[in-house]
């Protein structure tokens, strides 16, 4: 799934001219919301732990980097430095729902078990 989304996000990244909503800032609500789930992926295909939701974070800002560093070279997008921080706000609040889901998994556990 992971691969899929990143995939996915690529493709929508890379097109000439890119999908947009009609709001404000609706680019970087599309950034926040692609992180976010990539990083949900992400954090459930690896085991709970500061060191996975750290390789976590690493791997979303180099992908969001990297989907930046190719947007340079395409007509008509450009770079943006706060797609990046978009990006890293969606995955931490993704990082932060699957955290939490684990705690409220493990407390349920504790109580009924």
């Known amino acids: 799934m992971l691969v899929l989304l990143m995939l996915v996000i690529c493709g929508l990244a890379f097109m000439p001219h890119a999908p947009g909503l009609e709001l404000r800032n609706a680019d970087k609500l599309q950034h ?5 789930s990539l990083a949900v992926c992400a954090a459930l295909a ?52 699957v955290a939490a889901a684990r705690r409220m998994g493990s407390a349920q ?4 078990g």
């Open 46 to 97: 690896l085991p709970a732990g500061w060191r996975s939701q750290f390789a976590v974070l690493l791997l979303m800002l180099a992908f969001g980097v990297f989907i930046e560093a190719v947007q340079m070279h395409i007509p008509s997008r450009s770079a943006d430095w706060q797609d990046v921080a978009a990006d890293m706000a969606g995955a931490l609040a993704g990082m932060l729902a």
């Open 32 to 36: 926040i919301a692609a992180f976010l």
């Open 109 to 112: 556990n504790r109580t009924m």
